[in-house]
């Protein structure tokens, strides 16, 4: 193996706690907010989406296009901050963009209700929806560059991973807060102002994340990049690479989604669970999640990206109906259902350990924040974004209950096809520095193997 001045120049360096506590905690925070918003969506709907005499389900519909609208803005927000962090450096955005979502979260548990303010409750949230947006598309790309230009060698998907792994922190985080709630408080203080109080903690988290990356330093490859002394990479393998990338991680967005955060709304609306016994599911399956991401990520550091997504992409393909039907049948007992939800999020971890190392590796380090950026995003935008919406619209048309199933399922099978095709910087690698080793054990954009 042979490593060129990128993995000499940081393969003696070990990553500090503090440079992969600061990258992990703003996705900590944006998915807490992000879980709560889906827990709560019931109560949003009610609150800012459903006038006097508003039908139920057209609340909820509404409330999750606010809440896609929101993933739309995600790529924007990629492109902005990623261009940004790939000139000015990772560090920079990363205070940027934590602190744009935090006081976005915030402000939303301080927002007027449409019985105060009328119709421009909604639009209200929806302007702060869209900020989160533009904070998260940043986000990821620059957190998931920290992490993985920090980590020493063959560990890419074990330091990515932790992204992952914040990010079932933060759902767990955001399904406890709402479970205590639920618990201490009558529906009716919950539907009044108990929503409020999980927006409302963002603020004090985003301090804390604040420091934190306030504190950190610039990672060493960007450091030491000399400007001008590559030649421009081709703009159509750029784009081609970022629509691939989207296609391998559709697959862990949709199911994700459908899972982890859909879940308690659906068991409410389609099985007529309450909202306890739906939030109990979703804990559960954000425990499976968060079990398997580790694993899922130090496995791929030995027999690579590519073969742990596919058992977790081909496992959703044959299990998501099958543990659907388990959740909808009367006669199945309250353990095997929650062996059920808790297997459904394990396998989304298959997914979720390896995919930020994988992203990364895709991309050489001058774009490497705009271009994982964008492929996530883009991807979240349409298969997490718009799950809530499709999954509520879909079932309340055709009256199948099955959909959920159908659609993770759906997106895998596509994420698998994306998962075997290589990239178009194959062959042109030396050209180009850049090379895609995702099926490989010690990988990325600067590793040869002769």
Known sequence: MELNHEDRATGSRRPSVRALAAGSVGNFIEWYEFGVYGYFATVIAERFFTPAGGGTVEGLVKTYASFALAFFFRPVGAALFGRLGDRMGRRPVLILVISLMSVT????????????????????????????????????????????????????????????????????????????????LTEAELSAWGWRVPFL??????????????????????????????????????????ALGAGRVMGWAAAGYAFLVVLPSYLQTALHATFREALTATVLANLGFAATIIPAGLLSDRIGRRPVMLTGAGLVVVLAVPLLDILQSGGTSTLLKGLA????????????????????????????????????????????????????????RTGNVDVPAYYAAAACAVSMLALFKNTAFNGTAGKAGWTDAGDRPDVGDVVRRH
Do not use: H
């Open 105 to 184: 979260t915030a402000l939303i548990g301080a927002l007027p209700t449409y019985a105060t303010v009328g119709v421009l409750a909604p639009w209200l949230l929806t302007l702060l929806r869209v900020l989160q947006g533009l904070s998260a598309g940043g986000e990821f790309g620059g957190a998931v560059a920290v992490m993985t230009e920090f980590a020493p060698p063959g560990r890419r998907g074990l330091y990515g991973a932790w992204q992952s792994f914040t990010v079932a922190l933060g759902l767990l985080g955001g399904a406890g807060v709402a479970a205590v709630l639920a618990s201490v």
């Open 201 to 242: 903690l963002a603020l004090p988290m985003g301090v804390g994340a604040l420091w934190l990356r306030l504190r950190l330093d610039e990672t060493p490859r960007f450091r030491e990049q000399v400007p001008g002394a590559v030649e421009a990479l081709p703009a159509r393998q750029v784009a081609w690479a970022i």
């Open 341 to 396: 939800v808790l297997l459904a999020g394990a396998v989304v971890g298959l997914m979720a350990g390896p995919g930020p190392a994988l992203l990364a590796e895709m991309f050489p380090t001058r774009v490497r924040c705009t271009g994982l950026g964008l492929a996530y995003a883009l991807s979240n935008a349409v298969f997490s974004g718009c799950a809530g919406l499709i999954i509520t619209e879909a079932v309340k």
